[in-house]
């Protein structure tokens, strides 16, 4: 499972661990500043605010492991019919 989030949640749980460590013993994650978890990780903050509302997990996109519909040409066999 080598996917995109997996990467991006080292990414969270470095910058928490960073704030955590420089805040101390008192620190609350769902109450850190926003903006410099946005700083850190480089995420937006409408990203960021998403990821705090999971719980800080990077969650799959949710049309991950879907396959497109198959489109209006795959039935297409040629233009013998102009002739």
Not at 28 to 34: I, R, T, Y
Not at 49 to 60: C, I, N, S
């Amino acid at each position: 499972m080598n996917e995109r989030h997996d990467d991006l949640q080292e990414i969270i749980d470095a910058a928490l661990r960073e704030m955590a460590a420089e805040e101390g013993d008192g620190f609350d994650p769902q109450a850190c500043n926003l903006a410099e978890f946005c700083r850190r990780t480089g995420l937006t903050r409408s990203r960021a605010r998403t990821v705090r509302a999971h719980g800080f997990r990077a969650l799959p996109h949710g049309n991950s492991g879907r396959r497109a519909a198959p489109g209006v040409l795959a039935g297409h066999t040629g233009l013998d019919w102009l002739h």
